[in-house]
């Protein structure tokens, strides 16, 4: 009976799980981790150089990790080299040997490496003492040989192969940086791909793009590199203690339980979110007041350092090589926008076909959707229209919003000798923040932002009505009172000096007398 209870459970479980994983669509495996729209790489550490010792021998070092049982080493057309094997795995491994009589090859104590020589001669394996990670079998290499020409990560590998093609490295000491093992020209590596390591699916609708990155709890993965190929508002979730760097500079929304730089610009945690899909989709879609989720992916490699490209399925396909990424020329270091309103409520926003008379005052509202928690400050605006700019003067407007933008005033009055036309009005400005280790200030460098207006000189018109102000209206009113006081003065002045007059002139004669009406003559 306990035993039905317990499978019952599990099967509970599992459903519960398979239910919370399709909440936001059917994840499927990624061959190759890349497909039309998630590209996944992972960054080992290792590092290159020029280094060779006095008679011209290379030094290299090869970190095996999750060891194959079998797999090829292939030295034939190596240069006169030291090769380095290491592994911190415990598992046996062998390894099909085509040997080169200019290659000396060394083992590391505790890795457990065999050799299988396929023209039957004798083969001396030297042996290497340290061991432990692959930072002190560095330290041992560069202090037994005078320095390291590379490190290598090569994790379960089918073959490795030396190509013999020379390598030209600025650099002579060899420090371990997160790398991509590919674009070393002197060794060729095969690996056997991961299982289950990046999962995905993609939904296409209209409108703006959200895509969701998830690696669960329980995941190694700490340094994720993100290249993001389109405008797009991205949720990015990992372990505590992950971080994430975006490398792009384009219009992005933001979503992480984790530390971001952008451009080099720290983005605090907004939320907490955990790895169940249910509780990612709810705070995506509250977050960012949308109703549909473009891909969701959940990453499941465990390596220390990945990068990760992510594209728009409807525009373009991801390349099979991803070649690297550099911003454009002409892109800001950091995303800002800038919208103007024709009220000082900024509820009445300024298209681009608007035309603005420079007696107007115009409202300005300059924000970073990705920097939300960041202040913006304006160091100085113009306006450019070929050839002409002109130094605009702004006016900080208040705001007691949460999260609020930068907001501006500008008079186009400084354009009013000039015909009407198309001005570009731009500003100078940078991001400030505060920096979570120590809580001092960073800014970031002065950026432009622009939007073009249209601007119409006042032309006042002729026959145009007097204008009455508040003093005139006072005025008004004071003299009809004064008026008004004079006028009742005289009529009481009147009045009385008739009354005294008739009371002077009266006679016995004119009396009327009793019981007879007064004559009127």
Not at 115 to 131: E, R, S
Request: hydrophobic share 35%; glycine share 4%.
């Amino acid at each position: 009976m306990k035993s039905i209870c317990c499978v019952l459970v599990l099967c509970l479980l599992l459903c519960r799980r398979s239910t919370a994983s399709e909440s936001i669509c059917e994840l499927k495996d990624v061959s190759g981790n890349s497909n039309d729209w998630i590209v996944l790489r992972e960054k080992p550490l290792g590092c290159w150089t020029d280094f060779q010792t006095e008679n011209g021998t290379e030094v290299h070092i090869i970190n095996l990790e999750d060891n194959p049982s079998v797999f090829t080493v292939n030295l034939l057309k190596a240069n006169k080299s030291v090769v380095i094997f290491t592994s911190s795995s415990a598992q046996s491994s062998h390894a099909m040997l085509f040997d080169n009589p200019a290659v000396s090859i060394y083992v590391t104590n505790k890795t457990s490496l065999t050799f299988i020589h396929p023209t039957q001669k004798p083969l001396q394996i030297l042996t290497a003492p340290p061991a432990g990670n692959v930072s002190a079998v560095l330290r041992w290499a560069a202090e037994t040989f005078g320095g390291v020409t590379s490190v290598t990560n090569a994790r379960n590998p089918k073959t490795i192969t030396f190509t013999g093609v020379k390598g030209s490295q600025n650099s002579s000491r060899c420090e371990l940086m997160p790398e991509t093992p590919t674009e070393k020209p002197f060794i060729h590596l095969e690996l056997n791909e991961p299982i289950e390591a990046l999962k995905s699916c993609y939904m296409k609708h209209e409108g703006e793009k959200l895509h969701i990155i998830n690696i669960p709890d329980g995941v190694t993965i700490r340094h994720v590199s993100v290249h993001l190929l389109s405008d797009c508002n991205v949720v990015l979730r990992g372990p505590a203690g992950t971080h994430w760097i975006i490398k792009n500079s384009l219009r992005i929304g933001i979503l992480s339980n984790n530390q971001i730089h952008l451009q080099s610009f720290p983005l605090r945690p907004r939320m907490a979110i955990s790895d169940n899909p249910t509780d990612i989709r709810q705070k995506a879609l509250s977050y960012f007041s949308s109703g549909f989720i473009s891909s969701y992916s959940e990453i499941r490699l465990n390596v220390t350092n990945v990068e990760l490209w992510i594209t728009d399925y409807s525009i373009s396909s991801a390349p099979t090589e991803v070649e690297k990424t550099t911003p454009s020329p002409t892109s800001p270091p950091f995303p800002v926008q800038m919208q103007l309103f024709s009220s000082p409520d900024f509820t009445t926003p300024i298209d681009n076909n608007s035309r603005v008379l420079s007696d107007k005052r115009v409202y300005a509202e300059i924000s970073s959707q990705t920097f939300r928690e960041a202040s913006i400050r304006v160091s100085s605006c113009w306006v450019r229209s070929t050839p002409v700019t002109r130094e605009m003067p702004f006016r900080e407007e208040p705001c007691f919003i949460k999260d609020c933008p930068k907001r501006l005033s500008f008079s186009f009055q400084i354009l009013q000798d000039l015909p009407a036309g198309s001005w570009d009005l731009e500003c100078a400005v940078k991001l400030c923040g505060v920096k979570r280790i120590n809580n001092e200030e960073s800014c970031t460098s002065e950026t432009p932002v622009k939007r073009n207006v249209q601007v119409k000189p006042f032309t006042p018109t002729t026959n145009s009505c007097f204008e009455f102000g508040l003093s005139a209206v006072l005025g008004i009113a004071f003299g009809g009172f004064l008026i008004g006081v004079l006028l009742t003065g005289a009529l009481w002045f009147i009045k009385i000096r008739t009354a005294y007059e008739g009371r002077g002139g009266e006679s016995c004669s004119n009396k009327p007398r009793d019981g007879f009406p007064l004559e009127i003559r």
